[in-house]
């Protein structure tokens, strides 16, 4: 099992920044990945960014250059640097991490934490 805590969500003006950050307890040594998702209201939940344990990272095209997915290993934290914020990003964030075990895949989700950019 692993469980997962997000933080940093808060209200922000248009073009400012936030840090998210996750951290992820259990059994850690077998997450593969793990990512940021955000779900607006009334719209379906949508991939921001993933990173493997290897470092290497993944983007929504609309969110590349704006949001920085990082993962430190040592503290099983994973945090999502958003900067130049839009209204649009108003959303309820979450991490998530995907464990494997022999040929068991398991996913996990935090709670989630709210973002609101105000124009």
């Known amino acids: 099992q692993v469980h997962l805590v997000e933080s940093g969500g808060g209200l922000v003006q248009a073009g400012g920044s936030l840090r998210l950050t996750c951290a992820a307890a259990g059994t850690t040594a077998n997450i593969i990945a793990m990512a940021w998702y955000r779900q607006a209201p009334g719209k379906q939940r949508e991939l921001v960014a993933t990173?493997?344990?290897?470092?290497?990272?993944n983007y929504a095209d609309s969110l590349k250059g704006r949001f920085t997915i990082s993962r430190d290993n040592a503290k099983d934290t994973v945090s999502l640097q958003m900067n130049s914020l839009k209204p649009e990003d108003t959303a309820v964030y979450y991490c998530?991490?995907?464990?494997?075990?022999?040929?068991?895949?398991?996913?996990?989700w935090g709670q989630g934490t709210q973002v609101i950019v105000s124009s």
């Open positions: 998530n991490a995907k464990s494997q075990r022999w040929l068991q895949l398991n996913e996990y």
């Open positions: 990173i493997s344990t290897t470092g290497s990272t």
